[in-house]
């Protein structure tokens, strides 16, 4: 069972990570003279991909009553390795700007 | 003599001519009666009793045969309904909170929410009728039951039936259903986490904290050496913002193993956070994206 709020939280939730996708697909043609960029954004678009699944996986266990089966603990997993890319990603980020800097 | 006897067979003629013509006429009154009884006008407590009983029988076939359009027709105006073991919406936004219903367009919700549910009733034991009032037991099974593995489950019904509508209906679970329900929540909520209350599930949980947690805590200390980068701050503080989102994200997946809260109500929560989370993340990328692009040329 699924209410409407639920509804509406979940797509609204999905269409923001798919605008994300859709900004990290097109910007990261921008990025690609600059170097070391590419793998953090890369990581970037990892984790998004990550969340929306996690996000994705929760709508439907809950919605369909799946929630004691597997899809559960799969969307936490999801939700875990999102945060792992995200950090990744920004440690990465890092690096390449105070490289960048420092040239 | 003669005379007598004529008169007297003219008499028996009468009579039986007028009895042949009362027996149809009695008995397509009766067929009337017998085809609507709704048209009685005078009633007894025995047809009053009928009647009540009659009426709740229609709302149960109603509701069995998924049809909430009869089963509404069956209610007065101004009737309440009291839904308290909650059976037609077990755990949900709309329905929090709100066990009585008291308009037509709430009755209907409530009607539609338990065809939704695939409501199915039936009596057991008899029907008690004092004046208007009828209380019965009956077994109810809605797909939730079904999920639980409890279907069906024994429910207390008080209804008080005026004009051949219900004015107000009662229904809870009883006690021996109730505590077999909890239990099966409990069961059913330790099912998907036990794993992760021993072992591998819950070093993956801790993982999930450490790694947002880590991240903050970079991103704090990174955040003064950036400091002198221009534009930078703000879509890093929003990078801040997302990660925090997803550390309580994951935090609530924590909370929702432990505590025996409905999966909906923490997980609305969980949700909008990851929308949240969601958010500052394409904010923050826009803004870099716009830092990043500008920086190098300067």
């Known amino acids: 069972m699924i209410s409407a709020y639920l509804y509406g939280v979940v797509t609204l939730g999905l269409l923001i990570l798919i605008l994300t996708l859709f900004y990290i697909s097109r910007v990261r043609s921008l990025f690609a003279a600059v170097p070391r960029l590419e793998r953090p954004w890369l990581l970037f678009e990892g984790g998004v991909i990550l969340l929306f699944a996690s996000l994705l996986v929760a709508a439907i266990s809950d919605s369909f009553g799946l929630n004691s089966g597997l899809l559960g603990p799969v969307g936490n997993v999801l939700l875990v390795l999102t945060a792992f890319f995200i950090l990744w990603a920004m440690v990465t980020m890092k690096r390449v700007w105070t490289i960048s800097e420092s040239d | 003599m003669r005379k007598r006897l004529r008169s007297a067979l003219r008499y028996v003629t009468l009579v039986i001519v007028l009895t042949l013509l009362a027996v149809p006429l009695i008995s397509a009154f009766t067929q009337i009666a017998e085809q609507s009884p709704r048209t009685v006008k005078i009633r007894g407590q025995g047809q009053v009793r009928e009647d009540a009983i009659s009426v709740i029988a229609d709302f149960d076939s109603a509701l069995n045969a998924h049809n909430p359009d009869a089963a509404l027709a069956l209610f007065s105006n101004g009737a309440v309904v009291s839904d308290l073991s909650n059976i037609a919406c077990l755990w949900g936004p709309p329905c929090w909170g709100q066990l009585v219903f008291t308009t037509t367009v709430q009755i209907r919700g409530w009607l539609e929410q338990l065809v939704k549910e695939g409501i199915q009733v039936k009596e057991i ?39 051949w509508k219900i004015k107000s209906l009662t229904i809870s679970l009883d006690q021996e259903s109730t505590k077999k329900l909890a239990l099966a929540y409990a069961a059913h909520l330790q099912t998907p986490y036990s794993i992760l209350a021993s072992g591998v599930g819950f070093g993956i949980l801790l993982l999930g904290l450490v790694f947002p947690g880590a991240a903050v805590y970079y991103i704090s200390r990174v955040k003064d050496l950036f400091a002198t980068v ?46 949240l989370t969601g958010f500052f993340f394409l904010a923050a990328m826009v803004l870099m994206k716009r830092v990043w692009l500008v920086a190098p040329n300067d």
């Open chain 2, 125 to 163: 034991g008899n029907y008690r009728v004092m004046a208007a009032n009828v209380t019965w037991d009956l077994q109810v099974t809605v797909d939730e039951y079904r999920r639980l593995d409890v279907a069906p489950l024994v429910a207390n019904a008080q209804a008080v039936v005026q004009d």
């Open chain 2, 230 to 275: 221009p534009g930078l701050k703000r879509p890093w503080i929003l990078l801040q913002a997302g990660v925090i989102s997803l550390f309580i994200a994951v935090l609530l997946v924590g909370i929702r193993s432990t505590v025996r809260a409905p999966p909906s109500s923490l997980g609305i929560i969980q949700y909008m956070v990851v929308v």
